[in-house]
Nanobody, 125 residues
């Protein structure tokens, strides 16, 4: 059975850091690329980062580039999202999901239908 379980979300002040985890079971991280998405109240879902299962290349949306870092631990089957210098506009529910691949690189669009349940991040000014 495939499961993606996010954790690590909490309430912090602006400028602080958080590390989100996406624990995967049912497949190994060399099978599917994983992406992080977020959904803020009143806004559309945004794909913010992904990591390719083929060559571990990464992608970041402009909104998080330079502040967030995606990585994976193949031994633990966990994908991390290190979030530094958090801003109030980063407040959202964060989800991990399987994403697509194009020319070996991940594309932060959902594919295969596997999603986690989400973890909440709140950043106060």
């Amino acid at each position: 059975q495939v499961r993606l379980v996010e954790s690590g979300g909490e309430s912090v002040q602006a400028g602080h850091s958080l590390r989100l985890s996406c624990a995967v079971s049912g497949f190994t991280l060399d099978s599917y690329s994983i992406g992080w998405f977020r959904k803020a109240p009143g806004k559309e879902r945004e794909g913010i980062s992904c990591i390719s299962h083929i060559d571990e290349s990464t992608y970041y949306a402009d909104s998080v580039k330079g502040r967030f870092t995606i990585s994976r631990d193949n031994a633990k089957n966990i994908v991390y999202l290190q979030m530094d210098n958090l801003k109030p506009e980063d407040t959202a529910d964060y989800y991990c999901a399987t994403v697509g691949v194009l020319f070996r690189r991940c594309v932060v669009l959902p594919e295969h239908g596997y999603w986690g349940q989400g973890t909440q991040v709140a950043v106060s000014s």
